[in-house]
């Protein structure tokens, strides 16, 4: 079952001998505790509610994409007609339908950065992986891609990147923030070569503006928040007291 793309990213459906509607597929004994946490969470006659973090396990799970079998294990499991697990996976864009690189690196391509260098970012990007947007390196490392508005609009220009390279249990998605096209570059760089680059702004501590922080210079004068701990154990004290008192 492969999947093209269009100019505009969209995907039309096609059989493959690895996608298709006859082959089975199952969650994993390791991740299953996980499933199973999950569709708790629900009433029964709700378990459907269960549906988009059950396909958020799968693709990871499944290398970072939905298959066809993948998508009818979860209608399977949720007792519902296919057709409603292929609406949710094809209208969010967290769900992918195309094979991917075990790291998908997205670039934000809202107004504020674009404003503040977006293009430029993917143009370095695009150039040194070798690949246009919505393509994969030919090692099957890196996926170029592009979200809409990641909400780091104070750090812009960003990007994001999921981690598919080991399954559920190392499974990341990380913001790397303030980039330049040299950062952004040197970000896939030591992705590949295993390593753990700054997470957040490469530039700043924070969200301070850009020439240094300017307020909350010192210890704030309160009021401060409660000790909720401390009013816990209060309410609590309270609760026994009066079963106390009416069990006498």
Known sequence: MAQTRSVGGLMVHRDTADNND????????????LVRTIMERYPPNYKRSA??????????????????QVM????????????????VATFYSMFNRSKMGKYHV???GTTPCM?????????????HLGVKKFENTPDGMFTLGEMECMGSCVNAPM?????????????SYN???DLTPTDAVAVVKALKAGEKPRVGSQTRDKAEPITGQTTLMSEPTGPYCRDLAAVKAAV???????AAAAAE
Do not use: H
Not at 22 to 33: C, H, K, R, T, Y
């Open 22 to 33: 006859q082959l089975a597929w199952e969650f994993s004994q390791d991740n299953m505790p």
């Open 51 to 68: 549906m988009i973090p059950l396909l958020d396990v799968a693709q990871q799970q499944n290398e970072g994409y939905l298959t066809v």
């Open 72 to 87: 009818n294990k979860v209608a399977e499991m949720l007792e519902v007609a296919p057709i409603r697990v292929y609406e």
């Open 106 to 108: 997205m670039v934000c």
């Open 115 to 127: 404003l503040r260098g977006a293009r430029d970012i993917e143009a370095a990007l695009s150039e």
């Open 159 to 171: 990007i994001a990147v999921a981690d598919y390279s080991d399954g559920v249990k190392g499974y």
């Open 175 to 177: 913001y790397y923030e």
């Open 236 to 242: 609590e004290a309270a609760a026994a007291a009066a």
